[in-house]
């Protein structure tokens, strides 16, 4: 042994990473990588998910597609900008909004859906306290 001690030899023989779990039986660090997400952990449990989820996206597009090749390009560009000036205009944060006018642009405004029945403003996590969600949307806190 050398002159400085067990200790020392035991520090200097064995690599820091051989202490450290790999494998299925890891244990999470968060000093090191944070808190874990579980959905950022699940897959898809459906083929379908993932086209469900981009439905409303897809089906823009092939309208816009559709558009452009009947009525040429300025029809899409329009039916685009009114879709802007449309999510702009929004209530107050802590209210709900029916986006009614953006229902009316996608003719979806007669169509009774998912949302429309399971949709309850008054269970909706976004309601808070006023004051605080307009102060934080004006950037005041």
Same mark, same amino acid.
């Given at each position: 042994?050398?002159?400085?001690?067990?200790?020392?030899?035991?520090?200097?023989?064995?690599?820091?990473?051989?202490?450290?779990?790999?494998?299925?039986? +890891?244990?999470?660090?968060? /000093? =090191?990588?944070?808190?874990?997400?579980?959905?950022?952990?699940?897959?898809?449990?459906?083929?379908? +998910? /993932?086209?469900?989820?981009?439905?409303?996206?897809?089906?823009?597009?092939?309208?816009?597609?559709?558009?452009?090749?009947?009525?040429?390009?300025?029809?899409?560009?329009?039916?685009?900008?009114?879709? =802007?000036?449309?999510?702009?205009?929004?209530?107050?944060?802590?209210?709900?909004?029916?986006?009614?006018?953006? @229902?009316?642009?996608?003719?979806?405004?007669?169509?009774?859906?998912?949302? @429309?029945?399971?949709?309850?403003?008054?269970?909706? +996590?976004?309601?808070?306290?006023?004051?605080?969600?307009?102060?934080?949307?004006?950037?005041?806190?």
């Amino acid at each position: 042994m050398n002159s400085r001690g067990a200790a020392s030899f035991l520090k200097d023989s064995i690599p820091i990473t051989e202490f450290s779990a790999s494998g299925p039986f +890891e244990g999470h660090d968060l /000093l =090191r990588r944070g808190f874990t997400s579980v959905k950022n952990e699940l897959l898809p449990s459906h083929p379908l +998910e /993932l086209s469900e989820k981009n439905f409303q996206l897809n089906q823009d597009k092939t309208n816009f597609a559709t558009l452009r090749n009947i009525q040429g390009l300025h029809a899409p560009l329009k039916l685009q900008m009114e879709f =802007r000036a449309v999510k702009q205009v929004q209530r107050l944060p802590f209210l709900h909004s029916s986006n009614i006018a953006l @229902d009316t642009l996608r003719g979806n405004a007669e169509c009774i859906s998912f949302e @429309d029945i399971l949709n309850d403003p008054s269970q909706s +996590e976004v309601m808070g306290e006023p004051h605080m969600m307009m102060e934080y949307k004006l950037g005041l806190l």
